[in-house]
């Protein structure tokens, strides 16, 4: 009993933090990187299903053009661009 429990309560948590890695990454990221991660016309290469540890990397230090984003839910926004299909 007490592993499903536990098991329910790591989901939900993981739910959250999806929903709200999706949420910031539409304020902060959608407009440069397309909807979906699967580029736009500033940003045309796709970073959809791109792993987290790259993605992380890139909000925290910057990449290319990109300069470092100040995101609090940064893993979560990260775990949520590794969780996009790719196109």
Same mark, same amino acid.
């Given at each position: 009993m007490k592993r499903s429990l536990f098991a329910v309560a790591a989901?939900?948590? =993981?739910? &959250? #933090?999806?929903?709200?890695? =999706? +949420? &910031?990454y539409a304020k902060k990221c959608a407009a440069c990187h397309g909807k979906e991660g699967v580029g736009a016309k500033m940003v045309p290469t796709p970073i959809?299903? &791109?792993? #987290?540890a790259q993605v992380l990397k =890139? !909000?925290? +230090?910057?990449?290319?053009?990109?300069?470092? %984003?100040? !995101?609090?839910? #940064?893993? =979560? %926004?990260?775990?949520? %661009?590794?969780g996009l299909k790719k196109k």
């Open positions: 989901l939900l948590l =993981a739910s &959250t #933090a999806l929903a709200d890695g =999706a +949420e &910031t959809a299903g &791109t792993a #987290a =890139a !909000i925290k +230090e910057g990449k290319g053009k990109m300069k470092p %984003v100040a !995101i609090d839910d #940064a893993a =979560a %926004v990260a775990d949520y %661009v590794a």
